[in-house]
């Protein structure tokens, strides 16, 4: 199993809007649980690699964009455990960018679907890659199912003080439906949609529990899954230099800057303690503090 440092560590961030608006803010440093297989990603996998492990497969096969920390995260598990990894990709083969880079080096095989047909997961196209790599212990893309969400839902037991909100990124709604089930109706959580049309993510969100004591915000994907605007890109390099965290444009700096936004128009009254998780992410090269990443690939 992949040892975890838990529990993670929980910083304050000290910034002059907070002062002025009378909040304080949390930041939940998950993407120091593991070196490699980092936040959230590495609480989904927890229960997955277990029963894959208990039931005796040798290979894991997922699905995700050609950006997914998800991949990524599966690509370095496998490595570290013994699994062969297999990614079906969204979209048509291109060069490696810096994320899928990395999974080959970790020894993940790829395979592309169109998009059309990765929107049909039971496509005859889909059907046919699993089963040439059957016998297979499949993930869903972004890892999403019930025992990543019994992971996730774990965290909240580290945060032993009083806060009143709790805020991560959402891309397929997993990370969310863990809080919110952790959280068993106490305090409030806010999801930060990375994608455009993510609506779709509260329909998620109630598979896996039956809480609402939640909500998505839909505004702050900056284009869509991967994409980034000058405004986010400026944010991002001004808050690494200020304190030092390392984001990332995908999901971190999308949730970062929402909550900075929301802070400044008063969304959350005087007095109020905020929490955001820092799910980690792999940085670009020549993104803030791509030096000092933990998202580290073999030799």
Known sequence: MLFGKLPTPVIEIFDPVFKRCGVRVLVKRD????EQVQGNKWRKLKYNLLRAKELGYKRIVTF??????HVYAVSAAGWLLGFETVAIIRGEERPFNHVLSKAVAFGMKLEYLSRREYRRKDSPEALRLLERYSPCYVLPEGGTN???????????AELNFDYDYICCACGTGGTLAGLVSGLAGRRYCIGVSVLKGGGFLLDEVRRFTSHDNY???LDYHFGGYAKTKPPLQNFI???VF?????LE?????KLFYAVYDLVRQGAFKRGSTIVLLHTGGILRRGDPLEARSVALCPA
């Not at 019930?146 to 909240?156: K, R, T, W």
């Not at 200020?242 to 390392?246: L, V």
Request: net charge negative; aromatic share 8%; charged share 15%.
């Open 31 to 34: 993407d120091l649980v593991h």
């Open 64 to 69: 995700g964009g050609a950006y997914s920390n």
């Open 146 to 156: 019930h025992l990543a969400v019994e992971g996730v839902s774990e965290l909240i």
């Open 215 to 217: 909500c998505v915000l």
């Open 237 to 239: 390099e001004e808050f």
């Open 242 to 246: 200020r304190h030092g965290i390392p």
């Open 249 to 253: 444009p995908v999901y971190t700096g």
